[in-house]
Nanobody, 119 residues
């Protein structure tokens, strides 16, 4: 079992930056890929970026060029560098130990970290 703890959320103004951190613990050797999701009230969690053990990355088109995912496989640590933030980026951000686009079967979710971007 993997436990996930997200941190780094906070307040930012339009055009600002935030850096999120996710620390995975437990059976991190079993992780083959990780991802970041975000969720706003009334909407399903949405994958915005992912990275596998080989470093292959996926970005949602709307965040590509502004968000950067990185990972330390050995430590089970995941980061999300967000720049050029917009109010639409306000959301709860979650990291995962899986990266399938269909997240219905995901075993582990952290508590998330809240980002709020003001105009």
């Amino acid at each position: 079992q993997v436990q996930l703890v997200e941190s780094g959320g906070g307040l930012a103004r339009t055009g600002g930056s935030l850096r999120l951190t996710c620390v995975a613990s437990g059976d991190i050797d079993a992780i083959t890929a990780m991802a970041w999701f975000r969720q706003t009230p009334g909407k399903k969690r949405e994958m915005i970026t992912a990275i596998n053990n080989g470093g292959s990355k996926y970005y949602l088109a709307t965040v590509r060029g502004c968000f950067t995912i990185s990972r330390d496989n050995g430590r089970g640590t995941l980061w999300l560098q967000m720049t050029s933030l917009e109010p639409e980026d306000t959301a709860m951000y979650y990291c995962t130990e899986e990266a399938d686009f269909d997240s219905n079967g995901y075993d582990s979710w952290g508590q998330g970290t809240q980002d709020a971007v003001s105009s």
